[in-house]
């Protein structure tokens, strides 16, 4: 893959599995040999035009979430997916009550642990079954609602609680999380996240702990670049 040196290229790259994902404007590749060889993925144009968001990966699959909002009302989240077939998927879900718009909901509101079922908005601005069937967005719903963060355990914040996201639903880890996203999971299952500066660590055993202190380089440059 290679840019158009007369236009600005915008690359990424991102790690799934032991697997290599590129990213040059539109085009997508994948490398199993640390970078040293790629193949482009065979997909429609544009079939993942969105370069900004989020990426993570779940499940054997790779993601990017973007949102977008606006004055006007528009309050959007854009999913992208690559799967382990190296399909790509696309949807979009509405974060407003529009008509037959799914939302995750928990299946109990007092429990610890639950399953997850999902709603929709009808035209009155109320729930109900949804009509458009939900199997084949079922992952890519859950995926947009939660952006689950995989170690060696899988956790994502939900409605400001740590929950572990599990093969058919969640249980909750840590009821009143102080911080709004999580950074990573190390492989022992501790939640790592930055808060400004400072890198944390939380487990259910130690609590939480200082790890480090990074400098912030444009503070000490002075600001210049």
């Known amino acids: 893959m290679t840019c158009d040196p007369a236009a600005r290229c915008d690359r990424r790259i991102a790690a799934n599995g032991a697997e290599l994902v590129g990213f040059i404007d539109d085009a997508v590749a994948t490398s199993t040999d640390q970078g040293k060889s ?9 079939a993942w035009s969105d370069r900004h968001g989020e990426l993570f990966s779940w499940r054997g699959s790779l993601y990017q979430i973007a949102h977008y909002y606006d004055m006007c009302g528009v309050d959007d ?32 509101d007092v429990g610890t642990s639950w399953t997850w079922t999902e709603k929709c908005w009808n035209d009155e601005g109320n729930f109900t079954r949804c009509e458009r069937p939900m199997a084949k967005r079922r992952e890519l ?10 170690g060696g355990r899988t956790f994502a914040v939900y409605s400001g609680s740590v929950i572990e996201v599990c093969t058919r639903g969640a249980r909750q880890i840590y009821r009143a999380f102080p911080l709004t996203k999580i950074d990573a999971v190390d492989p022992a299952g501790g939640i790592l996240a930055m808060k400004g500066m400072t890198l944390l660590r939380w487990s259910p055993v130690h609590g939480w702990r200082k790890l480090k202190t990074f400098v912030d380089p444009i503070k000490v440059d002075g600001g210049s670049d």
């Open 38 to 46: 790629w193949k482009r993925i065979l997909e429609p144009e544009y």
């Open 77 to 108: 989240n854009y999913l992208f997916r690559l799967d382990a077939k190296h399909q790509i998927s696309h949807d979009i879900f509405h974060n407003d009550a529009g008509a037959d718009n799914p939302v995750l909901h928990a299946a109990s």
């Open 141 to 150: 719903l859950q995926a947009s609602t939660l952006s689950p963060v995989e």
